[in-house]
């Protein structure tokens, strides 16, 4: 029991450090404040560079791959290392070292899928590269994320894979209303449109470049 919270808490730890905020810092920068402020491989490349974005990813594939990893090598069971890969997770898109904000999480996701069930992390990948090619891949990356389950139905994948996409899901969604503590307009059809928006889109506005384009003091309008 002891070993099982010392992963999980571990997990939510490594999740923690966000290497978009350090990239962006070293390029004098807090990325919270540019395009969509998102702490994520995406906003690195948009506003740091690709090489940058490259290793931010390659960190974020890293800190969910590890505890999920570990506490299968652990012999502490598959949902204690499902519980690690969440909570790193969940320490990418609230980071303890961020006053809780952070990434969306679904490239650590994606990682922890990897040592879970590597079909449904290429399921979800290839749904979220074709939303890439449409240049919007929020939509596809969510709609990648809750076919899994009847992906894993259709090819007798682990049982596992719904408990895991129904928590992934909800962390999404709330991560995407919350925006970091980004403010909704005032009660009215403008807010429920940019909740709409944020569920579906994650954004704000109809415009997806001049959205990912913000910089400080320049707001977006569409």
């Not at 800190?63 to 999920?68: D, G, M, Q, R």
């Not at 807010?191 to 579906?200: E, G, S």
Request: with cysteine; aromatic share 10%; proline share 6%.
């Amino acid at each position: 029991m002891i070993e099982s919270i010392l992963l999980i808490l571990g997990g939510y730890l490594l999740g923690s450090v966000s290497s978009a905020y350090l990239a962006g810092r070293l390029a004098g920068k807090d990325l919270r404040e540019y395009g969509s402020g998102n702490l994520g491989g995406s906003m690195v490349w948009e506003h740091v560079g690709p090489v940058a974005a490259i290793i931010a990813g390659l960190f974020d594939l890293f800190k969910a791959i590890f505890p999920t990893w570990l506490g299968l090598q652990l012999g502490l069971g598959e949902g204690v290392a499902v519980a690690a890969g969440l909570a790193a997770v969940a320490g990418h898109c609230w980071s303890l070292y961020l006053g809780f904000t952070g990434g969306r999480g679904l490239l650590s996701f994606f990682g922890m899928m990897l040592i879970i069930w590597p079909w449904g992390a290429l399921w979800f990948a290839g749904l979220t590269v074709v939303g890439w090619l449409f240049k919007d891949s929020a939509p596809w990356a969510l709609a990648g994320l809750i076919t899994m389950p009847l992906l894993a139905y259709l090819v007798g994948g682990p049982d596992i894979v719904a408990p895991i996409v129904a928590a992934m899901t909800l962390m999404a969604l709330a991560k995407r209303l919350e925006a970091n503590r980004r403010p909704l307009p005032p009660p009215g059809p403008e807010r429920r449109k940019v909740i709409l928006r944020r569920a579906f889109f994650d954004r704000d506005i109809a415009d997806h470049q001049a959205w990912i384009d913000q910089q400080p003091g320049r707001d977006a309008s569409g």
